[in-house]
């Protein structure tokens, strides 16, 4: 099969478009005839290696798929069946969604909701589907559109493109922060109130600033999360799930201790099965189709390794969808 290959040599990383075949397929699972994959920040540090996300070489990065079972040893799927694979450390330890098969165990697969097509599982990929599981969490801690304007971080990237429609079809104002200012009419028609200048949110850290956020949905991580969690206001909650501005946390607990502030951590890769399915289902039913479309570009398998640095640039908007066949 045509696949992505990194391989690690004394040290040295070389990633190439090349042919490799699969091991046979083991018990309890499930091989699947890979129609569409996407990139995403992590694949970008796999195939870069800029970050040692890769554990094990050779290996086919790509930490998400959509596809059609061909083979399964797992009672729950059979021949024909559509499914969806995000994270379980697909693309890290195991071979991942970059090329045209994968064999990958069955209790990780999600069966794809009536309503998505193989195309649009992966124009939403493992970006939409945090974005979803960041919305459950503010949700879940009593985020209510009622209670003022909610924010993005890197809201034209991919978590922060679809976070913000999400977040606009529930009915909440969002305001939306970003580096790139030039791109507020497309962060406007994805639903956004306002554009926040992203240096609003990256000078000096006070313990407490104005209470400013109902809530909101973090990727930054840094100096823009601590900002943010001190903007936020009595009560409020604050999902953060990325790192695309660095993995410190420089705050306080005074947003916590004084104002009732929760953060509240989204990890997709090892998400229980009852609430990634429930993720999925929930973006089938609440994503513009038609703005979903707006937010991606195609890239063919061949253009990969040379997209992918744009990630670690802070380049890419929306999503990046790799059709396979
Ligand atoms: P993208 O690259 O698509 O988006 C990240 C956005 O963050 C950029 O578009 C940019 O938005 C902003 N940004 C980039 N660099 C910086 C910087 N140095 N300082 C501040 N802002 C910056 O990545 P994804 O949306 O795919 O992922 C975002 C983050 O979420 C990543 O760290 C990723 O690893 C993490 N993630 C975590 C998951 C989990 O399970 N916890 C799952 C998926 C992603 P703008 O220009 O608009 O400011």
Known sequence: MKAIILENSNDSLTCTLGTTSLPPLGDGEVAVDIHYSTLNYKDALAITGAAPVVRRFPMVPGIDLSGIVSASRHPDFA??????HN???????HWGGLAERAHLKGEWLVPLPDGISLRQAMAIGT??????LCVMALEENGVAPEQG?????????????????LLAQRGFEVAAVTGRVEEAEYLRRLGAKAIVERTEL????????NERWAGGVDVVGGTVLANLLSMTRYGGTVAACGLAGGMDLPTSVAPFILRGVTLAGV??????QPRRRRAWQNLARELDQALLESMIREVPLEEVIETAPAFLDGAVR???LVPIC
């Open 79 to 84: 021949v024909g069946d559509r499914v969806v």
């Open 87 to 93: 994270g379980f450390g697909v693309g890290e330890k």
């Open 127 to 132: 970006a939409g589907y945090t974005a979803m």
């Open 149 to 165: 304007e909610i924010v993005v971080t890197g809201a034209t990237g991919g978590v922060g493109s679809v976070a913000v429609h």
């Open 202 to 209: 990256t000078g000096k850290i006070r313990p407490l600033g």
């Open 267 to 272: 990890d997709s890769v090892m998400c229980p």
């Open 318 to 320: 929306g999503r990046i």
